[in-house]
């Protein structure tokens, strides 16, 4: 079983110290089942690919144990499977865990790359493969193997070669291959307990929550184990009460009256556009939704958002169990993340993303463009966001701190721009920025709106 893991961008050689694994000779390391060797078939400037070579000896786990013919004789020593997790554990425990002695911004940087599993086993299909990698933001290329083309009677294979290409943090690579590919094998070497949840959770950090096959990852990770499941499901859920939601920055933005202004000013750049179908990412506790529902203009609302809390808020704030029919289908919410391809995103004429994108990791933000302006793709995108500039102006706001203890960063209005304009070079959207709350002649606004339109 081979795994190989190539990047483009120069140097590409900087791949070694990420891994921790010098690209100028081969190593091997032994392992409870076999051996794993790591080499580099290719090392240049302008690419680098390192590959984990496994040796699983299937007569070495089980002798000794009065075993079958069918233990001895199997597809582990080929396929990929949780053999492969506890290797990249084993292996590049400090890639995985994101740490990098030599080159510590590396670690934390999004490099282009690419992954190649030379054999995945997925009986439940490409369709369920594609499903698992794609809403990560992975381009993903699918061959399937025949098991005997003389053989008609012996059905699908569930054998694939695999590749997986994006901009991504090599620690994210990894994690996402740790849990995905016993997930796609549906089966583990070894007993699964309680601790196997504390892996999930670990390793799913940061990209489970929202991932749009959540259950059945959790499922088939813990063997179908219900309790343990159930278990990790539960804490997957957001522990935020949603009643205190955003309080912070509401309280800080109080006296401009910011959270009022910022809903009309929405409303007014969708109906200029004449989006009549608006979907809310990340709605929290649906105070737009509500706005837009109470406009007639609007045919079909849908709310999405990463947590289940707030999405039960927005529930309660709409009064959605309490529609008549005939109302009930203009609305809608459900669970997602904004970092993840999901399809049920697609067909809108307008998006809107009130005071979110500064919550997301930096890193994240390759990932939330691709999603919203290369997948989902509406003709319009209404994004609000701080003004760093005007937070002096604030009173109770200590000098270089944000809004809000949960924001990542806060843009100036330069750099806004500067963001904005490369989404619109890179989709082929333009973009107008529109002022929000009392203007100061030298700060500028408290808020920055910028009003995508596919060009």
């Known amino acids: 079983m081979i795994l190989t893991i190539t990047n483009e961008l120069a140097p590409a050689t900087d791949l070694g110290y990420l891994l921790h694994k010098n690209p100028g000779r081969a190593q091997v390391f032994d392992l409870p089942f076999g051996r794993a060797h790591v080499f580099y078939p290719e090392s240049s400037p302008e690419r680098c690919t390192a590959a984990l070579l496994l040796e699983v000896d299937p007569v070495g786990l089980v002798r000794g144990r009065g075993s079958t013919l069918g233990q001895y004789v199997n597809d582990r020593p080929y396929a990929a499977s949780s053999f492969l997790s506890v290797a990249i554990s084993r292996v590049f425990g400090s890639a995985l865990s994101g740490k990098s002695r030599d080159r510590p911004e590396l670690a934390t940087t999004a490099l282009p790359l690419r992954a190649r599993l030379a054999v995945v086993p997925c009986r439940s299909g490409e369709d ?5 990698f794609e809403p990560l933001g992975y381009e993903v290329s699918v061959e399937a193997h025949a098991l005997d083309e003389t053989v008609p009677d012996w059905g699908e294979s569930p054998y694939f070669t695999v590749e997986i ?12 291959l740790y849990v995905l590919v016993p997930v796609l094998d549906d089966d583990k070497h070894y007993w699964v307990g309680d601790d196997e949840v504390e892996k999930l959770l670990r390793r799913g950090e940061g990209w489970l929550t929202g991932h749009p096959e959540k259950e059945a990852i959790t499922a088939r990770y813990l063997k179908h184990q219900r309790s343990l499941a159930r278990d990790a499901l539960e804490r997957l859920v957001e522990d935020e009460d949603p009643e205190v939601h955003d309080r912070e920055e509401e309280a800080v933005e109080e006296k401009a009256r910011l959270s009022g202004q910022r809903v009309g000013a929405v409303l007014a750049a969708l109906k200029g556009a004449g989006a009549r179908r608006v979907i809310d990412l990340g709605c929290g506790e649906g ?26 808020a927005a529930r309660r704030r709409l009064r959605l169990d309490e529609l008549p029919d005939n109302q009930r289908g203009r609305l809608g919410l459900f669970q997602g993340s904004l970092t993840y391809r999901d399809e049920r995103l697609s067909g809108f004429d307008a998006a809107t993303l009130v005071e979110v994108v500064e919550h997301l990791d930096p890193h994240r933000l390759a990932a939330f463009e691709r999603v919203v302006f290369e997948f989902a793709r509406p003709r319009t995108v209404v994004l609000t966001t701080p003004n760093a500039e005007y937070n002096p102006l604030f009173e109770g706001l200590p000098a270089g701190e944000f809004r809000h203890r949960d924001h990542s960063f806060e843009w100036t209005r330069e750099e806004f721009r500067a963001w904005a304009g490369g989404v619109c070079g890179r989709h082929g959207y333009a973009v107008r920025f529109v002022p929000v709350g009392p203007e100061d002649p030298r700060l500028g606004a408290p808020t920055q709106m910028g009003v995508f339109e596919v060009a």
């Open 287 to 312: 105070k737009l939704l509500r706005a837009l529902f109470e406009d007639r203009g609007f045919g079909e609302i849908v709310g999405m958002d990463v947590s289940h809390r707030l999405l039960e």
């Open 128 to 132: 369920f493969l594609r499903r698992l």
């Open 165 to 176: 290409s994006g901009l991504v943090r090599l620690r994210d690579l990894l994690s996402h």
